[in-house]
């Protein structure tokens, strides 16, 4: 039998909706019967490898969706590097246009340096890494990007709240063949591209907001990842070689993962936009 349409589709982007759209479809009948369990432990032997590492360091590029009032979604693109030494020590850089800022942690003291600002702030966060991503998330609402997959139990974390799990095969990112691994949880959907082979890093990491208008999303990619004896060596004490000025860290305007430019209203659901 044969089905006559009015008009064929002549818009390229509605044709790339129309594939996407059969291609959901014949996802949905693929992985029916996903391995879950062999989704949990690929995802089980990351977190292994990674809280094995005493020394890490890589590159990354992340994406933040925001949600304006008028529903338009809007991509906030950055890039920076990482550089950790297990149990005590991290660096971490981000650039996103309207930011650059720099982070030290000598496993005392976090410092914080706006250098776009010739400004930097410190608390004393005595502690591991661990200690200190928990506080910057939850103290000072500061998250280090991929943060929750550096951390030493970081498979518990993940899986907190999880009601779905997908193993969707191999996926390819920055030419890395990758198992492809997708998760449902109460609040948000995510997904992770994990390196193939003995060293099952991760490459790809997004999150999906399930309680926001539009479904906005947060990702980052891993690039350049190194451990062991491949990381440089560096310093985590704070040098002021600028003689940048000391301000509390309420102060250190611009440093954010949002531009001054935004600010946070609250929807009638209580969503921020």
Excluded at 9 to 36: C, F, H, Q, Y
Excluded at 81 to 95: C, E, G, I, Y
Excluded at 176 to 201: H, M, N, T
Aim: hydrophobic share 40%; aromatic share 6%; with cysteine.
């Amino acid at each position: 039998m044969f089905i006559k349409t009015r008009k064929s589709i002549k818009n390229p982007a509605r044709m790339m909706v129309a594939i996407g759209v059969t291609s959901l479809l014949a996802l949905g009948s693929s992985i029916a019967g996903a391995d879950e369990a062999d989704a949990k432990r690929l995802l089980k032997a990351m977190s292994d490898y990674v809280a094995a590492q005493k020394a890490i360091s890589f590159e990354y590029d992340s994406t933040l969706d925001v949600v304006t009032p008028e529903n338009q979604v809007i991509g906030l693109a950055s890039s920076g590097a990482v550089t950790l030494n297990r149990p005590n020590q991290m660096h971490a850089s981000r650039s996103g246009g309207f930011a650059d800022v720099e982070m030290n942690f000598n496993g005392e003291t976090l410092t914080i340096l706006g250098k776009n600002l010739n400004a930097y702030t410190q608390k004393k966060i005595p502690g591991t890494v661990d200690h200190l991503i928990d506080e910057l998330k939850d103290t000072y609402n500061r998250p280090l990007p991929a943060a929750d997959l550096l951390l030493a139990n970081s498979y518990e974390v993940l899986m907190q709240d999880v009601v779905d799990v997908k193993d969707l095969g191999s996926g390819v990112v920055g030419g890395i063949e990758c198992d492809s691994l997708a998760f449902r949880a109460k609040e948000v959907d995510w997904q992770i591209w994990i390196a193939q082979g003995d060293r099952p890093y991760p490459c790809r990491y997004s999150i999906t907001s399930k309680l926001v208008a539009n479904s906005p999303q947060y990702s980052v990619q891993v690039r350049n990842w190194k451990t062991g004896d491949e990381v440089a060596a560096r310093d985590f004490n704070f040098k002021n070689a600028t003689d940048a000025k000391q301000v509390e860290m309420e102060d250190l305007k611009g440093t954010g993962d949002l531009p001054e430019i935004f600010k946070i209203v609250e929807t009638d659901k209580g969503e921020s936009k």
